[in-house]
């Protein structure tokens, strides 16, 4: 493992002597005290595993830098920092294997990632770099969870949970994939565990809203949304026949309320519970055995199986039946495990001519269908249900007969609402967050249990509650953390009343230290210095002097906050565009809300870019058991110079940065040789040497056009037309036509995506420059682009009608105008 500087001499010594210069000039210090207009570019830290930055990684970090770089040299500060996201199961899994500590691990892996990216020129303020397992960061994803608590936001409750077998870990919902533990792929089944669970459907609205302020693309937004998963409807309730309780159920469909001809209650509704012991003269349950023998079927089974809908329905009935509140017809209320106990209310009407699941249901247990809806035309409720809202009419349900189910949906809320029967009521799929790990490597959840005075949180001048050195790293047979065995860490005194305690055992999730990192990059400076004031306290204590204020890092850095604030452009996964994203979303609101950060920003972030994803030579997601995976070192080992700018430039040129590209060997050789004839023009200049030589081209529409395109590409992070039009220019001059001015400025286009070429040429041109990288970016000059014109092609429902001559740079309210008022077209559309 690591870098071979032997292997590939030359073009180690380029990157050495590259970085020597950018160090030494700082060029990549973000500086808060900057008069120019700052530029905040975030990309998602990577987990650095063992097996080193991958192609992946090196695709999205060289967009980014690409886009950094060219800001810096349009006038912009920019922040672009990097980290490491280091606690998790995989760092954990091999320090059981290896024996091996995990910092140690972490430490010999942020060192290797930290090589390779400056090996591929990643121009980050490494002054700012962050780590997730340093005890000076988590001291804060710590503290933040305090405050959750403090705020009535985390609590504790048994919870049945996903557990994986083989990982030995709880999982939260959204890390289980097709009944699958998301990480290992083995079988999840259920288990109760006592769980720190965080109330993010409290901010369900606000995640959902707050949308609005950003602007990520559509995609994103709608993945936010559908997680959250927004329902409007009504909660209506049923009275039970024979019992002194009722039974409340969250439909969507309060129109449909004629067609309720059954209700279901999932296994786990307490009802079910309260049936089983049930002693009530006017009720007997005859099939208690039949019930109980189902009950314990489901509870084999995920919620993902049960909710199926190609899934043969089962069910028992309960022996019960509960009034149908519009003609007070008795319907029986059934057990099924297709109800979810953890939704709505857990329990449901069954409106089976117009839901499928409850149409199957009905079917296989023989129970009345009454169609409420029709389409205009005959629909046999025999062979389906009808689903189709808006196109209908209600039927059999007297007051709403004839309206439209939308209108009629408005009609049954107030009519619930007068009767008290019901209200309108909204539903989120989003669930609470469960919270706990029984794992070693993550962050301690600071709370503290004293049976005197419950839950306790550590008190804030104790912060960070350090991990504690361990003999075994593997979670134990029991599902606890292995720091259960920590007897002498566990024991402590309970911050409010000085009486025994105990620590709790269980870490932090993944999610936790990504929560609020790019707040950290702010003020990472502070986080260093931090403890050390710490240590200083400490000093004093024993000199008997007490700490009087707690100093918070958030509020102390407001200006900070406020200066790099919010995030410009957000780049990352796809995968990401969901939990990460809604995680750190609520975590900065639930921040905002109690004033951590600047009250101008109510969201962190502006824009979200998701990068693509580089398939193997395949077209196959790479991975190591399909042997089809790209190292960077290698594809830079196979050229003796330019090595790291040549994949670079591929990277950027293979396709689109939003992407799905399969790797392709070939084009490579093609980057070689645009680089290698950018430097014979460089060298054929520099045996010339005339600066006064015919300068044909910078006065050419072509030159001009290069630099507005490239200019455009790279800030709409188009990057590989960018890269192509790059290579097109080169193609078409010669090097007789080249003066000394457009040498340099195509350098400096060039350089965001080649930066140690760049700088090579430039300093061969410059011997006395710093850096090329304290240039400006050219303009161009807008009265040399000779607009040329085009031809716009006007369809309408998928005919062409006619073709149309513009000027090429046509904006779009008068392309409108003109194609509007085109003879031909105006027939067309009357
Ligand atoms: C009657 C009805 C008639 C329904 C109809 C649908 C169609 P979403 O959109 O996901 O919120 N439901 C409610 N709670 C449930 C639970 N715990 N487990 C399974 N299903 C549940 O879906 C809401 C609808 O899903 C509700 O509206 C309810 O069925 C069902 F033509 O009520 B409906
Ligand atoms: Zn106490």
Known sequence: MGYQQEENGQNFKEIEKTWKIWDEEGIYLAQENSDKQKIYVLVEFPYPSGSGLHVGHAFSFTGADVYARFKRMAGYEVLFPMGWDAFGLPTENYAIKKKKNPRIITKENTEFFKKQMKILGFSFDWSREINTTDPKYYKWTQWIFVQLFKKGLAYKKEMPINWCPSCKIGLANEEVVDGKCERCGAEVNRRSLSQWIVKITDYADRLINGLEQTKFIEKVKTAQINWIGKSEGAEVIFKIKGLNQDLRIFTTRPDTLWGATFMVLAPEHPLVASLLKIKNKNIKIKNIDEIKNYLEKTKKKSDMERTELNKEKTGVFSGLFAVNPTNNERIPIWISDFVLASYGTGAIMAVPAHDQRDWEFAKKFGLKIIPVIVPGNEWDFDQAAYTDVDNGKIVNSPPINGLTPAKAFDYMIEWLTNKKIGKKMQNYHLRDWIFSRQHYWGEPIPMVYCKKCGWQPVNEKDLPIELPRVEHYEPTDTGESPLVKMEKWIKTTCPKCDGPAERETDTMPNWAGSDWYFLAYCFADKLKTDLDEKSKLKLFRNLKFKIRNFQNIFFKNKNILSHWLPVDVYIGGDEHNTLHLLYSRFIYQFLWDINAVPKEYPEPYIKRVSHGVILGPDSQRMSKSKNNVIIPEEVIKKFNRH???????????????????????????????????????????????????????SKTPLWHQTIQKVTRDIDQMKFNTAVACLMSFINEIRIKMVSKEVLEKFLILLSPFAPFFSEEQWQKINPKAVSIFKEFWPSFDPQLIKTEKKEIIVQINGKVRAKIMVSADISQPEMERIVLGEEKIKKQIN
């Open 643 to 697: 090595g790291p700018d040549i994949l670079r430039l591929y990277l950027m040129f293979i396709g689109p940065f939003d992407g799905t590209m399969a790797w392709n060997d070939n084009a490579l050789m093609g980057v070689k040789k645009f680089l290698d004839k950018i430097e014979s023009y460089v060298n054929d200049w520099l045996k010339e040497k005339d600066e006064n030589k015919d300068l044909k081209i």
